[in-house]
């Protein structure tokens, strides 16, 4: 059996490994915050949560997402071409025409919090 992180690698080669290797990286973080120990989203829940709704039936509402989660790190391992597919697509966009404006926009003058005038 292959190492999870190889099979990118031989299939679409090192620079897309890298990609897949980020991608498997962001899912798996992804999935650590919806289950204890370290699930900082239930414990946000918990604190806006209205006290009637018990710590266990937020656990237990959260078990759904771990199962969509723990299927899309499996189709990540997998099927590691599902992230990398458009690397070699051809640029249909010419990168010299985009142009990006940032208006500006006038800010109010500063608030003197000491009450004294310059």
Known sequence: MLHAGRPPAFVVGADAALIWFGVMLCVNMQTSFLHPPFGFALFYLRGVAPKEVKS????WGAMPWIGLQ????????????????????PVKVDLDKIKIEIPDVELP??????????
């Open 109 to 118: 003058p500063p608030v003197d919090l000491e009450g004294t005038a310059a």
């Open 56 to 59: 266990s039936d937020i656990y």
């Open 70 to 89: 723990a299927i899309m790190v499996a189709v990540v391992i997998a099927f590691p071409i599902t992230m990398t597919a458009l690397l070699d697509a």
